[in-house]
Protein backbone atom coordinates (compact mmCIF):
# COMPACT_ATOMS: atom_id res chain seq x y z
CA UNK A 1 0.00 0.00 0.00
CA UNK A 2 2.76 2.47 0.97
CA UNK A 3 4.47 1.69 -2.60
CA UNK A 4 1.27 2.34 -4.30
CA UNK A 5 1.03 5.80 -2.82
CA UNK A 6 4.53 6.44 -2.90
CA UNK A 7 4.03 5.42 -6.58
CA UNK A 8 0.98 7.28 -7.10
CA UNK A 9 2.38 10.63 -5.41
CA UNK A 10 5.63 10.53 -7.63
CA UNK A 11 3.13 10.33 -10.56
CA UNK A 12 1.32 13.38 -9.41
CA UNK A 13 5.37 14.89 -8.86
CA UNK A 14 5.82 14.16 -12.06
CA UNK A 15 2.47 15.15 -13.92
CA UNK A 16 3.08 18.58 -12.09
CA UNK A 17 6.45 19.37 -13.11
CA UNK A 18 5.75 18.22 -16.43
CA UNK A 19 2.95 21.14 -16.67
CA UNK A 20 5.11 24.10 -15.15
CA UNK A 21 7.05 22.91 -17.67
CA UNK A 22 4.71 23.85 -20.31
CA UNK A 23 3.45 26.97 -18.65
CA UNK A 24 6.19 28.90 -17.74
CA UNK A 25 7.08 30.01 -21.23
CA UNK A 26 3.32 31.26 -21.98
CA UNK A 27 3.29 32.86 -18.13
CA UNK A 28 6.49 34.46 -18.67
CA UNK A 29 5.18 36.19 -22.08
CA UNK A 30 1.95 37.11 -20.17
CA UNK A 31 4.18 38.88 -17.73
CA UNK A 32 6.67 40.78 -20.26
CA UNK A 33 3.23 41.63 -21.99
CA UNK A 34 2.41 44.36 -18.66
CA UNK A 35 6.00 45.41 -18.57
CA UNK A 36 7.08 48.69 -19.04
CA UNK A 37 9.81 49.91 -21.19
CA UNK A 38 12.17 50.17 -17.89
CA UNK A 39 11.24 47.08 -16.26
CA UNK A 40 11.37 45.28 -19.59
CA UNK A 41 15.81 46.83 -20.15
CA UNK A 42 16.37 46.16 -16.69
CA UNK A 43 19.77 44.23 -16.09
CA UNK A 44 17.87 42.13 -13.24
CA UNK A 45 14.22 40.83 -14.50
CA UNK A 46 11.21 40.13 -12.04
CA UNK A 47 8.85 37.51 -12.34
CA UNK A 48 6.06 39.58 -12.58
CA UNK A 49 5.83 43.18 -13.32
CA UNK A 50 6.44 45.55 -10.59
CA UNK A 51 4.33 48.49 -12.61
CA UNK A 52 1.38 46.98 -14.83
CA UNK A 53 0.76 48.76 -17.73
CA UNK A 54 -1.20 48.23 -21.01
CA UNK A 55 0.85 50.37 -23.28
CA UNK A 56 2.34 47.66 -24.95
CA UNK A 57 -0.94 46.42 -26.15
CA UNK A 58 -1.90 50.17 -27.52
CA UNK A 59 2.00 50.03 -29.44
CA UNK A 60 1.28 47.07 -31.08
CA UNK A 61 -2.12 47.48 -32.32
CA UNK A 62 -0.76 51.27 -33.81
CA UNK A 63 2.34 49.58 -34.77
CA UNK A 64 1.21 46.82 -37.24
CA UNK A 65 -2.58 46.01 -38.67
CA UNK A 66 -3.25 42.96 -36.36
CA UNK A 67 -7.17 42.90 -36.02
CA UNK A 68 -6.56 42.35 -39.85
CA UNK A 69 -4.26 40.14 -39.81
CA UNK A 70 -6.07 37.59 -36.90
CA UNK A 71 -8.92 37.94 -39.47
CA UNK A 72 -6.85 36.55 -42.48
CA UNK A 73 -5.81 33.81 -40.00
CA UNK A 74 -9.10 32.71 -38.57
CA UNK A 75 -10.57 32.95 -42.69
CA UNK A 76 -7.50 30.48 -43.31
CA UNK A 77 -7.82 28.39 -39.98
CA UNK A 78 -11.62 28.00 -40.19
CA UNK A 79 -11.52 27.03 -43.97
CA UNK A 80 -8.91 24.51 -43.87
CA UNK A 81 -10.63 23.08 -40.53
CA UNK A 82 -13.85 22.64 -42.01
CA UNK A 83 -12.53 21.39 -45.59
CA UNK A 84 -9.73 19.18 -43.99
CA UNK A 85 -12.80 17.31 -41.92
CA UNK A 86 -15.19 17.41 -44.67
CA UNK A 87 -12.85 15.65 -46.94
CA UNK A 88 -11.35 13.26 -44.51
CA UNK A 89 -14.53 11.94 -42.74
CA UNK A 90 -15.70 10.01 -45.65
CA UNK A 91 -12.10 8.97 -46.50
CA UNK A 92 -11.33 7.71 -43.23
CA UNK A 93 -14.38 5.48 -43.20
CA UNK A 94 -13.56 4.09 -46.73
CA UNK A 95 -10.36 2.80 -45.70
CA UNK A 96 -11.11 1.61 -42.18
CA UNK A 97 -13.92 -0.87 -43.11
CA UNK A 98 -12.67 -1.79 -46.35
CA UNK A 99 -9.20 -2.69 -46.07
CA UNK A 100 -8.24 -3.43 -49.56
CA UNK A 101 -4.98 -2.96 -50.81
CA UNK A 102 -5.32 0.44 -52.09
CA UNK A 103 -6.56 1.27 -48.40
CA UNK A 104 -3.56 0.01 -47.07
CA UNK A 105 -1.42 2.01 -50.01
CA UNK A 106 -3.38 5.23 -48.68
CA UNK A 107 -2.37 4.46 -45.27
CA UNK A 108 1.20 4.09 -46.37
CA UNK A 109 1.32 7.27 -48.20
CA UNK A 110 -0.59 9.07 -44.83
CA UNK A 111 2.85 7.69 -42.96
CA UNK A 112 5.34 8.76 -45.72
CA UNK A 113 3.76 11.85 -46.41
CA UNK A 114 4.55 13.34 -42.45
CA UNK A 115 8.61 13.12 -43.33
CA UNK A 116 8.57 15.34 -46.06
CA UNK A 117 10.30 19.27 -45.13
CA UNK A 118 7.94 22.01 -45.79
CA UNK A 119 11.03 23.40 -47.60
CA UNK A 120 11.21 20.38 -50.46
CA UNK A 121 7.16 20.94 -51.34
CA UNK A 122 7.92 25.11 -51.67
CA UNK A 123 9.07 24.99 -55.39
CA UNK A 124 6.85 23.01 -56.50
CA UNK A 125 3.88 24.39 -54.42
CA UNK A 126 5.04 27.66 -55.61
CA UNK A 127 4.81 26.92 -59.34
CA UNK A 128 1.35 25.27 -59.36
CA UNK A 129 -0.39 27.86 -57.68
CA UNK A 130 1.76 30.34 -59.50
CA UNK A 131 -0.29 28.42 -62.58
CA UNK A 132 -3.68 28.60 -60.92
CA UNK A 133 -3.06 32.24 -60.11
CA UNK A 134 -3.70 31.49 -56.61
CA UNK A 135 -0.40 33.25 -55.29
CA UNK A 136 -1.03 35.87 -52.91
CA UNK A 137 -4.43 34.60 -52.13
CA UNK A 138 -6.04 33.71 -48.93
CA UNK A 139 -8.17 31.19 -50.77
CA UNK A 140 -4.66 29.42 -52.24
CA UNK A 141 -3.44 29.37 -48.81
CA UNK A 142 -6.71 27.78 -47.52
CA UNK A 143 -5.81 25.05 -50.57
CA UNK A 144 -2.29 24.73 -48.81
CA UNK A 145 -3.28 23.90 -45.61
CA UNK A 146 -6.39 21.11 -46.35
CA UNK A 147 -3.32 19.43 -48.29
CA UNK A 148 -1.05 19.77 -45.58
CA UNK A 149 -3.16 18.61 -42.52
CA UNK A 150 -5.45 16.13 -45.01
CA UNK A 151 -2.96 12.87 -44.21
CA UNK A 152 -3.07 13.77 -40.48
CA UNK A 153 -6.44 14.38 -40.39
CA UNK A 154 -7.00 11.14 -42.43
CA UNK A 155 -5.15 9.20 -40.01
CA UNK A 156 -6.42 10.48 -36.96
CA UNK A 157 -10.03 9.23 -38.07
CA UNK A 158 -9.38 6.13 -39.51
CA UNK A 159 -8.25 5.39 -36.13
CA UNK A 160 -11.96 6.46 -34.56
CA UNK A 161 -13.54 4.72 -37.59
CA UNK A 162 -11.89 1.27 -36.26
CA UNK A 163 -13.04 1.96 -32.58
CA UNK A 164 -16.67 2.14 -33.79
CA UNK A 165 -17.85 -1.46 -33.76
CA UNK A 166 -18.85 -3.15 -36.95
CA UNK A 167 -21.62 -5.04 -35.26
CA UNK A 168 -23.58 -1.71 -34.60
CA UNK A 169 -23.67 -0.90 -38.18
CA UNK A 170 -24.97 -4.42 -38.88
CA UNK A 171 -27.71 -4.83 -36.36
CA UNK A 172 -29.19 -1.70 -37.68
CA UNK A 173 -28.47 -2.95 -41.17
CA UNK A 174 -31.00 -5.97 -39.68
CA UNK A 175 -33.18 -3.76 -38.37
CA UNK A 176 -33.94 -2.25 -41.47
CA UNK A 177 -31.92 0.97 -41.48
CA UNK A 178 -30.20 2.04 -45.13
CA UNK A 179 -26.49 2.96 -45.37
CA UNK A 180 -27.10 6.55 -45.00
CA UNK A 181 -29.53 6.36 -42.29
CA UNK A 182 -26.71 3.92 -40.55
CA UNK A 183 -24.32 6.39 -40.81
CA UNK A 184 -26.08 9.47 -40.14
CA UNK A 185 -27.90 8.39 -37.03
CA UNK A 186 -25.47 5.43 -35.62
CA UNK A 187 -21.95 5.82 -37.03
CA UNK A 188 -21.92 9.79 -37.16
CA UNK A 189 -22.50 10.47 -33.77
CA UNK A 190 -19.90 8.27 -32.04
CA UNK A 191 -17.28 10.21 -34.43
CA UNK A 192 -18.47 13.74 -33.44
CA UNK A 193 -15.45 13.52 -30.61
CA UNK A 194 -13.25 12.40 -33.17
CA UNK A 195 -14.16 14.75 -35.62
CA UNK A 196 -13.87 18.03 -33.20
CA UNK A 197 -10.51 16.54 -32.39
CA UNK A 198 -9.45 16.32 -35.90
CA UNK A 199 -11.08 19.61 -36.56
CA UNK A 200 -8.91 21.24 -33.46
CA UNK A 201 -5.88 20.03 -34.93
CA UNK A 202 -6.34 21.42 -38.67
CA UNK A 203 -7.97 24.84 -36.99
CA UNK A 204 -4.46 25.15 -34.53
CA UNK A 205 -2.12 24.31 -37.49
CA UNK A 206 -3.20 26.86 -40.04
CA UNK A 207 -3.15 29.44 -37.25
CA UNK A 208 0.21 28.58 -35.70
CA UNK A 209 1.90 28.17 -39.68
CA UNK A 210 4.24 30.34 -40.75
CA UNK A 211 6.13 29.24 -43.43
CA UNK A 212 3.68 28.90 -46.13
CA UNK A 213 2.29 32.20 -45.05
CA UNK A 214 5.47 34.06 -45.46
CA UNK A 215 6.24 32.31 -49.01
CA UNK A 216 2.85 32.71 -50.72
CA UNK A 217 1.20 35.90 -49.09
CA UNK A 218 3.03 39.36 -50.49
CA UNK A 219 0.89 42.06 -49.80
CA UNK A 220 0.54 43.52 -45.97
CA UNK A 221 -3.12 43.77 -46.01
CA UNK A 222 -3.59 39.86 -46.47
CA UNK A 223 -0.84 38.55 -44.53
CA UNK A 224 -1.35 36.36 -41.00
CA UNK A 225 -1.05 37.27 -38.14
CA UNK A 226 2.55 34.77 -37.40
CA UNK A 227 3.72 36.76 -40.87
CA UNK A 228 2.52 40.31 -38.96
CA UNK A 229 4.60 39.32 -35.61
CA UNK A 230 7.76 39.09 -37.42
CA UNK A 231 7.64 42.61 -38.13
CA UNK A 232 8.26 43.68 -34.50
CA UNK A 233 11.77 42.54 -35.27
CA UNK A 234 14.19 45.69 -36.37
CA UNK A 235 16.31 45.86 -39.45
CA UNK A 236 19.11 44.80 -37.50
CA UNK A 237 17.50 41.74 -35.35
CA UNK A 238 16.49 43.43 -32.45
CA UNK A 239 12.64 42.74 -31.27
CA UNK A 240 10.72 45.14 -30.09
CA UNK A 241 10.15 43.68 -27.24
CA UNK A 242 7.38 44.82 -25.41
CA UNK A 243 4.59 45.26 -27.87
CA UNK A 244 6.03 41.83 -29.67
CA UNK A 245 5.11 40.19 -25.96
CA UNK A 246 1.42 41.64 -26.08
CA UNK A 247 0.95 40.65 -29.94
CA UNK A 248 1.97 37.49 -29.15
CA UNK A 249 -0.55 36.89 -26.13
CA UNK A 250 -3.21 38.15 -27.46
CA UNK A 251 -1.95 35.80 -31.05
CA UNK A 252 -2.48 32.81 -28.47
CA UNK A 253 -6.09 33.62 -27.01
CA UNK A 254 -7.96 32.22 -29.76
CA UNK A 255 -6.70 28.91 -30.16
CA UNK A 256 -6.99 28.67 -25.90
CA UNK A 257 -10.59 29.50 -26.39
CA UNK A 258 -11.30 27.35 -29.06
CA UNK A 259 -9.94 24.48 -27.01
CA UNK A 260 -11.80 25.59 -23.90
CA UNK A 261 -15.10 25.60 -25.59
CA UNK A 262 -14.68 22.12 -27.52
CA UNK A 263 -12.36 20.38 -24.74
CA UNK A 264 -15.85 18.61 -23.06
CA UNK A 265 -16.83 17.54 -27.12
CA UNK A 266 -13.39 15.96 -26.90
CA UNK A 267 -13.19 14.18 -23.74
CA UNK A 268 -16.76 12.95 -24.38
CA UNK A 269 -17.96 9.87 -24.13
CA UNK A 270 -17.06 7.63 -27.32
CA UNK A 271 -20.68 5.53 -26.89
CA UNK A 272 -22.56 8.73 -26.37
CA UNK A 273 -25.53 7.99 -28.88
CA UNK A 274 -25.17 4.33 -29.18
CA UNK A 275 -28.33 3.24 -27.10
CA UNK A 276 -30.66 2.14 -29.32
CA UNK A 277 -33.97 3.31 -28.92
Not at 104 to 122: E, H, M, N, R
Not at 255 to 275: D, E, P
Request: proline share 6%.
Amino acid sequence: MRTSRRARAGQYAALLAYLVFLAFPFLWLVSTAFKPAPELASLHPTWLPQDPTLDNFRQAFDEQPLLRAAFNSLVAALGAAVIAVLIATPMAYVMARHRTRLAKAATGWVVVSQAFPFVLVIIPLFLVLKNLRLINSVGGLVMVYVVWALPFALWMLVGYVRAVPAEMEEAAAVDGAGKVRTLVSITAPLLAPGIVATALFAFISAWNEFFFALVLLKTPEKQTLPVVLTHFLGAEGVADLGPLAAAAFLATIPSLVVFALIQKRITGGMLAGAVKS
